[in-house]
């Protein structure tokens, strides 16, 4: 039997034995029939194919730039295809059988540099201290706290916006954070950071909420101060694209294991369970020794 006709049975069961919708049917004979034109060029069908040719099929979409993801999904439908070609006797053995899946490559979190955050925080810091309205002073004082505040405890923006003024220790110069599963863990402020707060609370009426809004919540959403944060970086001069609160987070963690910080001293401070989820930032260390051993290794001195 031809490519084709393997292809074509195995989507006839997939139809009347396990109910494929079309859409499904339509996805896997793509996939499918652009395995067997790969076979078919090294002069092969999924009768006679081995574990080299798959692992080859796998190579070749690597090298076209598909997604890891993607390339799974493909190699799902090769494995259920040679599972069937299996059952129907077709052939004795699945090539697929001890194929890995291809890994999704943890994407590197988006990071600013430190004049970067800095110009943001010096803008931030002019708009609270410009001539305005009442309102329009209160709303730049209130984004110059919070991005003071993100950037010095590196707080995910739920926790943030979510403050309670009780949070707060009375010299402000810790902080009770309230994480994922009501975990509390308690985060120092830099002065920049406690200057800003005693400023800001002496301009709030009474109230539960650190930050508080008139939505159903009490508090500020993140999406006004996400999209007042992309503000504030068109006014200095940063592609609002680059620009999110959790940036701000990233760039925290980043800026403290550059500067030499512990990795599970960060771990703690951002309200990570488990310090495979801190690692993700270890790239910036990799940067670091990189440009270390090309800079002292006595080999690389002229």
């Not at 800095?118 to 110059?144: H, I, V």
């Not at 975990?183 to 002496?202: C, F, G, M, Q, S």
Request: proline share 3%; with cysteine; glycine share 6%.
């Amino acid at each position: 039997m031809s490519g084709t006709h393997l292809v074509a049975s195995f989507l006839e069961m997939m139809s009347a034995e396990r109910g494929a919708a079309k859409n499904t049917i339509d996805a896997y004979r793509r996939d499918l029939d652009d395995y067997a034109a790969f076979l078919a060029g090294r002069g092969q069908t999924a009768l006679k194919s081995d574990r080299e040719a798959v692992m080859a099929y796998l190579a070749g979409l690597d090298s076209q730039g598909l997604s890891a993801s993607s390339s799974a999904r493909r190699l799902s439908a090769i494995r259920q295809f040679h599972q069937f070609l299996c059952a129907d006797n077709l052939r004795g053995d699945d090539p697929t059988r001890i194929v890995a899946s291809p890994k999704s490559r943890r994407a590197l979190p988006k990071v600013l540099s430190v004049a970067e955050v800095d110009k943001l925080l010096t803008t931030a810091e002019s708009q609270a201290n410009a001539e305005a309205s009442p309102a329009e002073q209160a709303g730049a004082l209130r984004l110059y706290v919070l991005l003071e505040l993100l950037y010095a405890t590196g707080m995910r923006v739920s926790e943030l916006v979510s403050l309670r003024r009780a949070a707060v220790m009375r010299d402000t110069s810790f902080i009770t954070v309230t994480g994922k599963g009501n975990k509390e863990r308690i985060v120092p402020l830099n002065d920049r950071a406690r200057d800003a707060i005693k400023t800001y609370l002496a301009t709030l009426e009474p109230g539960p909420f650190l930050f508080p809004a008139k939505g159903a919540d009490g508090y500020l959403s993140r999406q006004v101060f996400a999209r007042d944060l992309k503000g504030l970086a068109g006014l200095a001069g940063i592609s609002a694209a680059r620009v999110a609160p959790h940036v701000l987070r990233h760039a925290f963690a980043s800026h403290l294991l550059a500067g030499g910080a512990d990795l599970r001293v960060v771990q703690m401070l951002l309200g990570h369970a488990d310090i495979s989820t801190t690692q993700i930032y270890t790239h910036v260390l990799d940067e670091k020794l990189r440009t270390l051993v090309e800079t002292h290794h006595p080999l690389n001195q002229s």
